[in-house]
């Protein structure tokens, strides 16, 4: 069995759009796509008048070089989003297929197979937000395709480990596509779960530059996986997903230098975010800081909605996340620079002290 016997039939044998750039791309004088022949203003050399080539080359080589995997093992789209509703579409068929989660987790997976008319099987994580593996694999039926975990988790921070990845990965053989949400995983100790993917066919990894890479809006993520998965992916994606400018800001930013940079960024989040977390611990009217693995603290308070609207008249904005079963008391804080973090303490601090005298 193939991991594709797993896809929808009709996917699998879709003609795709032949684009102009695929079909002739190089020749001297292009007349083949109905471009503008001239740059448009304030163009700064870009060549914005043509159509991007699908999947550049230089990206895919540098983002190979990243992650550790052949050219063949990626296909890079707007966001780990758009990968997301591309293996949806591609796997799940309306009205029969499901997907799985793990509440409280990102809500692009639901909303997704929403979309798509597949059914959302939810399997809670255990209450310290650990996977609970035997539940999830109790959950496995025919109809599910597609088995989402993320880690570290988006909202509480917490990391799946290793164990319990291969656990799932080696149980779902056969029977769905394992995906791994690796979008906050430059902010951990764990190692990725990438270098499975040469072990396990129907495992399938989602990176990101949106986080740790400071380009949320160039909107570049990559889906990882073997050649056969990649390949039905890039026959539904859009002919030129990712915009020229996009392109060249991932470029830069993914050179010897942004990558100096981007590291340097890490480790401050990093640092910052045990700071964060233990100063806050400390003051009254917080229940609880969630361990977390991301450049996030999932934060428990007496009164969240409180804390939410003193930090909004401040003029700082925080998620809250209350809506989420388990976290119907907790606020989600990015770690931001050491002075917007500074400011966030100093606001609750100022917040207890008024409670204090009153
Ligand atoms: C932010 C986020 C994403 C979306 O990333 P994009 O690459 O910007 O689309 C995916 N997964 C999780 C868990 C996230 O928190």
Redesign the pocket.
């Known amino acids: 069995m193939s991991v594709l016997d797993l896809a929808r039939p009709e996917i699998r044998t879709l003609q795709p759009y032949s684009s102009a750039r695929m079909e002739a791309g190089g020749a001297q004088i292009m007349l083949n796509a109905n471009e503008s022949a001239w740059e448009p203003a304030g163009d700064a050399a870009l060549g914005c008048n043509r159509y991007p080539d699908p999947q550049p080359a230089a990206l895919l080589q540098a983002l190979a070089a990243l992650y550790g995997v052949q050219r063949e093992q990626l296909c890079v789209g707007?966001?780990?989003?758009?990968?997301?509703d591309l293996l949806v579409r591609a796997f799940c068929r309306a009205g029969q297929d499901a997907v799985v989660i793990q509440p409280p987790?990102?809500g692009?997976y639901a909303v997704s197979a929403r979309i798509q008319n597949a059914a959302v099987i939810e399997v809670s994580l255990a209450q310290d937000f650990s996977l609970d593996v035997p539940a999830l694999l109790a959950a496995i039926t025919p109809a599910v395709k597609l088995v989402f975990l993320?880690t570290?988790?988006?909202?509480s921070g917490k990391s799946i480990s290793r164990d319990d990845i291969e656990r799932v990965a080696q149980a779902l053989a056969g029977k769905a596509l394992l995906v791994v949400?690796e979008?906050?995983i430059e902010f951990s100790d764990q190692p990725s779960a990438i270098d499975l993917i040469g072990r396990y066919e129907h495992l399938a990894v989602?990176?990101?530059?949106?986080?740790a890479w400071a380009l949320?809006g160039a909107?570049?993520?990559t889906l990882v996986a073997n050649p056969e998965v990649i390949g039905l992916i890039r026959r539904i994606m859009q002919p030129y997903p990712l915009p020229l400018p996009c392109v060249t800001a991932a470029l830069v930013a993914l050179s010897p230098s942004g990558q100096v940079a981007a590291r340097e960024h890490i480790a401050i989040v990093r640092e910052q975010r045990v700071l964060m977390r233990d100063a806050l611990a400390g003051l009254p009217g917080v229940r609880e800081v969630l361990t977390s693995d991301?450049n996030f603290l999932a934060v428990r308070f007496d009164d969240a909605g409180a804390v939410y609207q003193r930090l909004l008249q401040a003029g700082i904005v925080v998620r809250d996340v209350r809506r989420y079963p388990k976290l119907h008391d907790t606020l989600r804080i990015t770690v931001g620079t050491p002075e917007e973090n500074a400011r966030v303490l100093a606001v609750l601090n100022e917040m207890t002290l008024n409670k204090v005298q009153a």
């Open positions: 707007r966001g780990s989003d758009e990968a997301i987790t990102f692009m993320c570290p988790n988006n909202p949400d979008a906050y989602l990176r990101t530059l949106s986080k949320a909107r570049i993520g991301a």
